[in-house]
């Protein structure tokens, strides 16, 4: 247990998320502080996460590039060096990529994509493993966040759909590989939270496939952080696997 852990809160879960500096993953940072938890905010923008930790003493502020693993190493580290152990890793960062059919994206773009959205859950899933299997007690829960893309796909994503897809067979293969130690891994499919990044490509109305534009319901990003921590929350004895939260009346199940 390192020498630096916050006096007063031994004995607190510990939870780091990635993408804590803005929608989703502030959301869900702030629902988990108010619960209770310590909580290690991950992000490319320091300040972004210092807003997200608002002075709260049980908040650690690392700024970590996901795709890079020195600093996923880094992240982890400091995590346990504060903390003394991590129970939960929220793999949340993330980006929707370039637009475009699969013949329309560059390679370059379809490689950034794949770099957040696929290397960065696994560098910061493989460290989360590596400090659950060693920690005293072992084990812990890994929450991955897919996309209803990962279900279903958009019009012209061809690199994030494709991304989140691969996300869901890292979750099962994670849960698969960490039975022995402790370690479960789940995913929660969220449609239409209402973000920054979703109104950014969602300006006029969401591409539907018959070409047409349509504006769709959205619900409260905080709502998708009380699902993060309920899944989060469950005993040890329980895997939610995957969960699909969605707006109401958003064109999904059905024709639309």
């Known amino acids: ?96 990529g370039p637009s475009g059919s699969v013949d329309q994206i560059s390679l370059a773009d379809w490689n950034e994509t794949v770099a957040v959205n696929l290397t960065g859950t696994m560098l910061c899933a493989a460290a989360a493993v590596r400090q659950m299997k060693a920690q005293d007690p072992p084990g812990g829960r890994i929450i991955n966040n897919g996309s209803l893309s990962a279900i279903a ?24 590989d960490g039975r022995a130690y402790g370690i479960s891994c789940a995913q929660i499919d969220i449609g239409n939270a209402a973000t920054e990044l979703l109104a950014g490509i969602t300006t006029g109305g969401a591409l539907q496939p018959d070409g047409s534009r349509k504006v769709e319901p959205t619900f409260p990003a905080e709502e998708a952080a009380r699902t993060v921590l309920f899944m989060a929350e469950l005993p040890a004895s329980a895997n939610p696997g995957s969960v699909v939260l969605t707006a109401a009346g958003m064109p999904f199940l059905g024709r639309g």
Not at 43 to 56: F, H, I, K, P
């Open 153 to 176: 796909p958009r019009p012209l994503a061809a690199a994030y759909t494709a991304t989140k897809h691969a996300v869901t067979g890292l979750t099962k293969s994670i849960d698969l």
């Open 1 to 96: 247990m390192g020498q630096d852990m916050v006096m007063g809160f031994e004995g607190l879960r510990t939870a780091v998320i990635t993408g804590a500096g803005s929608g989703i993953g502030r959301a869900t940072a702030r629902e988990f502080l108010d619960a209770g938890w310590q909580v290690v905010l991950a992000g490319r923008r320091e300040e972004a996460l210092q807003e997200t930790a608002d002075g709260d003493a049980r908040a650690l502020v690392v700024p970590a590039d996901v795709t890079q693993p020195g600093d996923v190493d880094r992240l982890f580290r400091e995590a346990a060096d504060r903390f003394g152990r991590v129970d939960v890793l929220f793999n949340n960062a993330g980006s929707f």
